[in-house]
């Protein structure tokens, strides 16, 4: 088979850059696994591809005038449904395109091939992380839940915010100011705040747990962030808290909740399961 990309040409397959008229079929294909794929379902239902909002490009792959795949190609290079064939295209035009985004997101199995391909110009990774468990929880949790946790109001974003940066340079390796424009990131965090997905333990001005949704859907909304003040860590205070959130989250969002995990995070790992997530997948980051 034959990659091109111009649609209009005799081959049986090629890519696209896709737009609104094509929001039906990428709506049935990301119906195929709706947490996986959850990133590029709230990239598309929150913008619908609406070039002033969406701030990146979506592409198809096209078998025999089908979509069989997608590649969300902005600050995140994520794969959606990706055969390999997709992953062989979406790589030689990534490289053609000339685009180099701060990661690669997504299901190991697309996107550790997709890096084996653009990682000769791309490379080498700031931080490659191969294996992380992908988990989801469909139900509330058993574990006792902690009456502390509270949904962040607007008027304490202030106290929350160097709980976000603290969070953000141990898991990532940088100040999240210097990346991309500096005051990027802390009006992310507001908006996060003021939709009312971001929840945390502050008592006397100090966050002693934080967390929020990074994404969500009608069906499951994905947790990022979550962080416990270093004097707390291996005190128990991570699951009942996470707990809290679950319920939380699954009545005032959506009613699965999905996370991913650096799969040598044991004592992160261990509090998950504790809390009732199950690993249903293996998702991949590749920071450049």
């Given at each position: 088979?034959?990659?091109?990309?111009?649609?209009?040409?005799?081959?049986?397959?090629?890519?696209?850059?896709?737009?609104?008229?094509?929001?039906?079929?990428?709506?049935?294909?990301?119906?195929?696994?709706?947490?996986?794929?959850?990133?590029?379902?709230?990239?598309?239902?929150?913008?619908?591809?609406?070039?002033?909002?969406?701030?990146?490009?979506?592409?198809?792959?096209?078998?025999?005038?089908?979509?069989?795949?997608?590649?969300?190609?902005?600050?995140?290079?994520?794969?959606?449904?990706?055969?390999?064939?997709?992953?062989?295209?979406?790589?030689?035009?990534?490289?053609?395109?000339?685009?180099?985004?701060?990661?690669?997101?997504?299901?190991?199995?697309?996107?550790?091939?997709?890096?084996?391909?653009?990682?000769g110009e791309w490379g080498p990774a700031r931080s490659p992380r191969p294996v992380q468990p992908f988990m989801v929880?469909?139900?509330?949790?058993?574990?006792?839940?902690?009456?502390?946790?509270?949904?962040?109001?607007?008027?304490?974003?202030?106290?929350?915010?160097?709980?976000?940066?603290?969070?953000?340079?141990?898991?990532?390796?940088?100040?999240?100011?210097?990346?991309g424009n500096p005051a990027g990131y802390r009006a992310r965090v507001t908006q996060l705040v003021s939709m009312g997905?971001?929840?945390?333990?502050?008592?006397?001005?100090?966050?002693?747990?934080?967390?929020?949704?990074?994404?969500?859907?009608?069906?499951?909304?994905?947790?990022?962030?979550?962080?416990?003040?270093?004097?707390?860590?291996?005190?128990?205070?991570?699951?009942?808290?996470?707990?809290?959130?679950?319920?939380?989250?699954?009545?005032?969002?959506?009613?699965?909740?999905?996370?991913?995990?650096?799969?040598?995070?044991?004592?992160?790992?261990?509090?998950?399961?504790?809390?009732?997530?199950?690993?249903?997948?293996?998702?991949?980051?590749?920071?450049?």
């Amino acid at each position: 088979m034959t990659e091109v990309c111009d649609p209009r040409a005799a081959t049986s397959s090629y890519v696209r850059t896709l737009a609104r008229g094509d929001l039906e079929l990428i709506h049935e294909l990301l119906d195929r696994q709706p947490l996986i794929d959850m990133f590029v379902r709230h990239r598309v239902d929150s913008t619908r591809l609406d070039r002033r909002w969406f701030g990146a490009e979506l592409w198809g792959w096209f078998e025999d005038g089908a979509l069989r795949s997608l590649l969300h190609v902005g600050a995140n290079v994520v794969p959606a449904q990706a055969t390999p064939e997709a992953i062989s295209a979406f790589g030689r035009r990534l490289l053609d395109h000339g685009h180099k985004p701060s990661s690669l997101v997504g299901p190991a199995s697309a996107v550790l091939p997709l890096w084996d391909i653009v990682k000769g110009e791309w490379g080498p990774a700031r931080s490659p992380r191969p294996v992380q468990p992908f988990m989801v929880l469909e139900h509330d949790s058993d574990v006792q839940l902690d009456p502390r946790v509270r949904p962040v109001r607007i008027d304490q974003v202030d106290e929350l915010y160097p709980a976000c940066v603290a969070m953000f340079t141990e898991e990532v390796g940088v100040h999240p100011e210097s990346v991309g424009n500096p005051a990027g990131y802390r009006a992310r965090v507001t908006q996060l705040v003021s939709m009312g997905w971001s929840w945390a333990i502050i008592e006397d001005g100090t966050v002693l747990f934080k967390t929020e949704v990074g994404a969500a859907t009608d069906r499951g909304c994905q947790l990022q962030g979550v962080w416990v003040h270093p004097d707390l860590r291996g005190t128990g205070v991570a699951a009942p808290a996470l707990a809290s959130v679950v319920r939380q989250a699954r009545r005032s969002v959506a009613p699965s909740v999905t996370l991913y995990v650096n799969d040598h995070n044991i004592a992160a790992r261990r509090a998950y399961e504790r809390v009732g997530f199950r690993e249903v997948e293996t998702f991949a980051s590749i920071l450049l």
